[in-house]
T-cell receptor
Framework: QKEVEQDPGPLSVPEGAIVSLNCTYS??????FMWYRQYSRKGPELLMY????GNKEDGRFTAQVDKSSKYISLFIRDSQPSDSATYLC????????????FGKGTRLSVIA | GAVVSQHPSRVICKSGTSVKIECRSL??????MFWYRQFPKQSLMLMAT?????????EQGVEKDKFLINHASLTLSTLTVTSAHPEDSSFYIC????????????FGPGTRLTVL
């Protein structure tokens, strides 16, 4: 079993839809959780950063972490064509130089 | 804030030549920089972690003599792919840790390397 599992998609939704992206993980030691957005042939851009369990909201984006279920989610409200990208979840065990472990990424297309 | 640049953005080279890729943190001091490679439709694979002024730590399976990393200052790290071969063709991305939030990594735009 891989440490981080993420459905690669592709996921296609109409403009304005609510998008739900998810990752599961097996290592209960993960404490820090991140979501990155990556456009084609570009580097990942940090969207959300969460420590431990709970919810975090930033504009149209909401990140949720459920450590008891080892499950994290990213919700995008009122999705736009410009949200079309690959979304990568990432997590790590500790602070400092502890390496990030990435999911494979989910390709999202928002259709106008 | 927290901008990371990479140069060049893409490079094409002949087999057997060496290629240097630069990674710079533009508005913060990066105590640690990371180098990743990414194959098409795959996730990022960590190659090495470098701290300013010390030797890089390579991940298992990554040849340190082939992928030379130098982190000479708090704003610059370089990756040199030595004696490149077609199988080294990939998307190389650096990230830097530092700035206001030292627990997050900020990624550069990536360098696409094609070895003919």
């Amino acid at each position: 079993q891989k440490e981080v599992e993420q459905d690669p998609g592709p996921l296609s939704v109409p403009e304005g839809a609510i998008v739900s992206l998810n990752c599961t993980y097996s290592n209960s030691a993960f404490q820090y959780f991140m979501w990155y957005r990556q456009y084609s042939r570009k580097g990942p851009e940090l969207l959300m950063y969460t420590y431990s369990s709970g919810n975090k909201e930033d504009g149209r984006f909401t990140a949720q972490v459920d450590k008891s279920s080892k499950y994290i989610s990213l919700f995008i409200r009122d999705s736009q064509p410009s949200d079309s990208a690959t979304y990568l979840c990432a997590m790590k065990r500790g602070s400092g130089n502890t390496p990030l472990v990435f999911g494979k990424g989910t390709r999202l297309s928002v259709i106008a | 804030g927290a901008v990371v640049s990479q140069h060049p953005s893409r490079v094409i080279c002949k087999s057997g030549t060496s290629v240097k890729i630069e990674c710079r943190s533009l508005d913060f001091q990066a105590t640690t920089m990371f180098w990743y490679r990414q194959f098409p439709k795959q996730s990022l694979m960590l190659m090495a972690t470098s701290n300013e002024g010390s030797k890089a730590t390579y991940e298992q399976g990554v040849e340190k003599d082939k992928f030379l990393i130098n982190h000479a200052s708090l704003t610059l790290s370089t990756l040199t792919v030595t004696s490149a071969h077609p199988e080294d063709s990939s998307f190389y991305i650096c990230s830097a840790r530092g700035g206001a939030s030292t627990d997050t990594q900020y990624f550069g735009p990536g360098t696409r390397l094609t070895v003919l």
